[in-house]
């Protein structure tokens, strides 16, 4: 994930925090420590992501440049790391499949819809439940095309607005992200987003824009929803 500008516009404001946790590696989504924690700072689990700080900018010592760990060792630096807390600021991921983050699922479509309403292809859109999420295409008359799926069933992705007529062999993806909607699962290292899980599951943030191009080149933009900078949490 990477800092992508903010809602208001503006200048990205950073602060630096002590860190209570390993695995704080630049571009993920930090939150506030709990109480007992050593530090001001850790990062959360890929599915919950409480109290936001913000957007770890950098694993570095400003002073010297050397990347600093969390370390309970008598002695040892203390671990302060950059990051960016404006709580509008928008967050940009590749759109992945898996807990480790392959390629999105591409899909063909194996029974043709003369009047562009479901698209079926060979791979389930049930389970996971892609309803409520995006389906667009790669391949055919709707390349370039994308839908917001309203129901689902078996290998069945249903829409309100058609699409044009789809044949045979046209290629297509999904995704359990939808603009306007909370909460995307992240991958185990934090830092992309799974489009293989279902719609409104994970972290707290909201989609604010979506790039649907190939599987491995698909990204989302989110916006933080728990920040602990704004009025209230």
């Avoid at 010297?64 to 967050?91: H, K, M, R």
């Avoid at 799926?149 to 309100?160: D, F, G, H, K, R």
């Avoid at 306007?180 to 279902?198: E, S």
């Amino acid at each position: 994930m990477q800092y992508a500008g903010c809602i208001g516009g503006g200048s990205p404001m950073i602060v630096r925090f002590k860190v209570s946790a390993t695995g704080m590696t630049p571009g993920v989504i930090a939150c506030s420590a709990p109480d007992g924690a050593t530090g001001e700072m850790i990062v959360t689990a890929t599915t919950a992501t409480a109290n936001q700080v913000g957007t770890l900018l950098d694993a570095a010592d400003s002073r010297t440049g050397e990347t600093l760990t969390y370390s309970t060792t008598q002695g040892a630096a203390e671990a302060i790391y950059s990051v960016i807390i404006n709580p509008d600021q928008l967050i940009r991921g590749l759109m992945v499949t898996g807990a480790t983050g392959t390629a999105i699922t591409g899909d063909t479509i194996v029974t043709a819809a003369s009047n562009g309403l479901t698209t079926v292809g060979g791979t389930s859109v049930a389970s996971p439940d892609m309803d409520q999420g995006m389906v667009w295409y790669t391949s055919g008359a709707n390349v370039g095309r994308s839908r917001k799926i309203v129901s689902t069933s078996s290998v069945t992705a249903t829409v309100v607005v058609p699409f044009a007529a789809n044949a045979v062999g046209d290629t297509f993806q999904y995704a359990g992200i939808c603009k306007g909607l909370q909460g995307i699962t992240l991958t185990t290292d934090v830092q992309k987003f799974r489009a293989d899980i279902a719609v409104a599951t994970g972290v707290n943030v909201t989609t604010v824009n979506m790039e649907m191009n190939g599987t491995t080149d698909s990204y989302a933009t989110v916006v933080l929803t728990d920040s602990v900078f704004q009025q209230t949490t």
